[in-house]
């Protein structure tokens, strides 16, 4: 049914937070493309009716992204609702009966993991799930066994060709961006790879805490929450092979060798750090030992790549909030003394604004030889009209192309890399907020130190080093 475009959206979890900030915008947005067309039936346990969720969703655009009259009206005739417990059967009989003459319906779970199983079981038994496709939210699972026992019930009812796994940060067109620079330009290809990269690092820094996740977060921890899903995903992008043909199953095969070619991360290639004043948000534990900053370094022993250590840093409360690439050249064997030579860069930022950028020495003024550095820059700021990520990949979901989401055996492969570092209690440093994590970090740290993003400046600073 790959060819086939689902003729019904089911949303579990159509009261609840995702929904109101995310699903109801991106759906509006889907009707004003043309993109959506079928109906949308909001299953949750509420005790609402159809009129209530209709008003829900009005007060979800008001509040993210504004209200466009006309394609609300239309997505407001689309909305059905069904209200139930997920453990009730007489909830997907209702399902059954709403979805009519949809033989091809989406299934989205916008809902806790933990109510992955009773759902698509519930789905299996009520038939609502012959000639369906499934949506799951990340996590998926909270480790490598978890995650084998979530794709054995999501393949016990469904094909893999008709299960997807949504990692929203896939959906950005930035990350995506990077797979187009490497393969649309043919001198791309000439320096992306061992021979002239020194080094890698990705950072993803936030400069806010928790907020209002505490509990939730305190279960999750860094290396969980971002590391293995999105900073893997942005990892693979930089590091794979061009695939052989642009269908999803050739370039998630493509990704997932990259996965392989990683051994999984010792403890002393781990640095852990929580910033003070964490144990004070609501639900987390007064002795907590979740991580909200790691950095971490790892190797990837494939053709392109071997020898060439790439550097991952995440955190809370850090100086600024931005994702960022760089990769670090070897510098050239040239006459000139190595101290008066900075290494050249590439430079790929993912937010909050779009930007790639190659670093480069030059002549300056003077009478004797001096050499000055630069950045030449391509960038952009967000634009209006561009696709959120839950548009995008709710779209493609529904048409059946698998590009943007997971495959079974990338999850499982990501999560065999992070394991053993789950298990083994490496100790969590403190640090201050608006610093760049713990001063143990120092223990991971690039050649050359690493990249601090700055924000909010049109050509940045090269010599931008750890302080």
């Known amino acids: 049914m790959s060819a086939t475009h689902s003729d019904a959206l089911v949303f579990f979890g159509a009261t609840g937070d995702l929904a109101y900030k995310k699903i109801f915008p991106a ?20 005790g609402w009716n159809l009129d209530q969720l209709r008003a829900r969703s009005h007060d979800s655009l008001e ?8 394609a609300f009206e239309k997505l407001s005739s689309l909305l059905r609702y069904v209200d139930g417990d997920y453990q009730d059967p007489s909830t997907f009989n209702a399902l059954r009966k709403e979805l009519g003459n949809a033989h091809n319906p989406a299934h989205y779970l916008a809902i806790p993991p933990v109510l992955f199983e009773t759902v698509v079981e519930q789905l299996a038994k009520s038939n609502c799930a012959n000639g369906a496709r499934v949506i799951i939210e990340k996590p998926f699972g909270h480790d490598l066994a978890s995650a084998k026992e979530l794709n054995k019930v999501l393949l016990g009812i469904f094909d893999e060709s008709d299960i997807f796994r949504i990692d929203h940060y896939l959906g950005k067109t930035p990350v995506s961006n990077m797979i187009a620079f490497r393969f649309a330009n043919t001198f791309a290809e000439a320096f992306w790879n061992r021979n002239y990269i020194a080094s890698v690092q990705i950072t993803m820094a936030e400069n806010f805490g928790v907020e209002d996740r505490g509990a939730f977060y305190d279960q999750t921890g860094t290396v969980r929450d971002v590391v293995q899903n999105h900073l893997f995903q942005i990892l693979s992008n930089l590091a794979m092979e061009p695939p052989v043909r642009t269908d999803s199953e050739s370039v998630r095969d493509e990704k997932v060798k990259v996965l392989k070619a990683i051994p999984a991360i010792e403890a002393k290639n781990l640095v852990r750090g929580q910033f003070r004043g964490y144990r004070d948000v609501k639900g987390v ?9 790691a950095a971490l370094q790892l190797e990837i022993n494939s053709w392109r790549w071997k020898g060439v250590p790439f550097y991952i840093r ?37 937010s909050p604004d779009v930007t790639i950028a190659m670093g480069l020495m030059f002549l300056g003024q003077g009478e004797k030889l001096s050499l ?26 529904m048409e059946g192309d698998a590009t943007l989401f ?4 990338y999850v499982e492969e990501a999560w065999r890399i992070v394991d053993p570092i789950l298990k083994q209690g490496i100790p969590v440093h403190s640090y201050a907020p608006n610093t760049w994590g713990p001063e143990q970090a120092e223990r991971i740290t690039p050649v050359g130190g690493w990249d601090n993003p700055i924000v909010g400046q049109d050509t940045p600073s090269i010599a931008r080093q750890a302080a």
């Not at 759906?27 to 509420?46: C, D, E, F, T």
């Not at 997971?406 to 055996?409: L, M, Q």
């Open 27 to 46: 759906l509006q947005a889907m009707v004003k493309r043309g993109h959506l067309n079928v109906p949308v039936i909001g299953v949750a346990k509420a």
């Open 285 to 293: 534990a007064k002795d907590s030992q979740t991580e909200t900053f």
């Open 406 to 409: 997971a495959r079974e055996d």
């Open 372 to 397: 000055e550095t630069g950045e030449m820059v391509a960038a952009r700021a967000p634009r209006a009209g561009d696709m959120d990520a839950y548009e995008r990949l709710l779209g493609a979901a």
């Open 314 to 350: 995440a955190g809370k409360c850090l100086p600024v909030t931005s994702t960022e690439v760089l990769g670090r050249f070897r510098k050239p064997p040239t006459l000139i003394p190595d101290s008066v030579l900075t290494a050249n860069h590439l430079r790929f930022r993912i």
């Open 63 to 70: 509040k993210h992204g504004g209200v466009d009259s006309a």
